[in-house]
């Protein structure tokens, strides 16, 4: 599967369509020393904003082998016995073994194994507070969508998922509020291992750009979950490119212990290369923000 970044590089981006987009890149910076109205202005305008050196690497590395130790667990699960419980009667037995199939693990399944939670990843690095002070207006909620995330590379590995084209979360889960995806991988990435990429666009100009309808479009027989909330055939590679929006993709490098903080309206997808031997571990720790007025129609770009 070729990535966006990969088509990039075969097709220029023809010439803009919509030309109002603010510009300007995805804020990188080191965590010490953020400001939460700087945060907050960085994520709403540019959609996504990384944070060098946020989280605690002993917190990760003791996630990391908790969910290792997990998934070890089941790595020599029959594939039959999998069906078996995936097509059980019990709802609960159902989702447990989805999840693992899937490799994401959600925070509450996470909590039950381990007596852990990935929030301990945003509680212990301050990330939680800078949500609060950035968003005064509201409440920080924990997400009933916290999960881990486990990709590997062209190999197809067991337990392991495969990666993703762009897209947007509240596509999938939710749209009725603000989210904020603390997304904390636990592996070094996007060299070696697959990592993220991301178009910096703010949360209305994305909103506006997929033209975002609380009420929803005709389903199209492949939507799922929310998709027909958004002109969701505007996240293929044509229409971005089209949209200028292409030349704006941005691929960075993760060490362990950097956090990139976006959206659940910012468009992403999985970076990955052929020559990427390693796999990926990540946790997406998602905060939000009910108290956020979300604006209808999105205002974003002129
Ligand atoms: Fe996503």
Redesign the pocket.
């Known amino acids: 599967m070729l990535s966006i970044w990969g088509r990039r590089r075969a097709a220029q981006d023809g010439p803009p369509i919509w030309t109002s987009y603010s510009d300007g890149p995805v804020p990188d910076w080191d965590y010490a020393g953020i400001r939460p109205e700087a945060f907050r202005e960085a994520i709403l305008r540019r959609g996504a904003v990384m944070l060098r050196k946020a989280a605690d690497k002993e917190t990760l590395l003791e996630i990391k082998a908790a969910l290792d130790a997990l998934f070890n667990d089941y790595a020599a699960t029959p594939a039959g016995e999998f069906e078996r419980h995936l097509e059980s009667n019990d709802p609960g037995e159902r989702d447990l073994w989805e999840q693992i199939k899937r490799s994401h693990i959600f925070d509450r399944t996470f909590k039950l194994a381990t007596g852990r939670s990935y929030y301990e990843i945003i509680r212990k690095s301050g990330l939680w507070a800078l949500a609060e002070q950035a968003f005064p207006e509201s409440a920080v909620a924990e997400s009933q969508v916290c999960n881990c995330r486990r990709v590997s590379d062209a190999d197809i590995r067991p337990l392991f998922d495969r990666p993703?084209e762009f897209?947007?979360?509240a596509q999938?889960f939710y749209d009725h509020c603000l989210s904020v995806?603390f997304w904390t991988p636990l592996d070094p990435c996007g060299v070696d291992a697959p990592g993220l990429e991301v178009i910096p666009l703010g949360v209305d100009e994305t909103r506006k750009y997929l033209e975002h309808k609380q009420m929803g479009y005709s389903r199209r027989p492949a939507d799922i979950g929310l998709m027909h909330h958004f002109r969701c055939a505007k996240l293929e590679a044509a229409p971005l490119a089209e949209s200028g929006l292409v030349s704006r993709v941005w691929v960075p490098e993760f060490e362990v212990g950097d956090v990139l903080a976006f959206t659940n309206f910012t468009m992403?997808a999985t970076h990955h290369t052929a020559a990427m031997s390693q796999p990926r571990v990540s946790v997406?720790v998602r905060v939000d923000l009910p108290g956020y007025r979300l604006r209808f129609p999105p205002s974003g770009g002129a």
């Open positions: 993703i897209h947007i979360d999938v995806n992403h997406e």
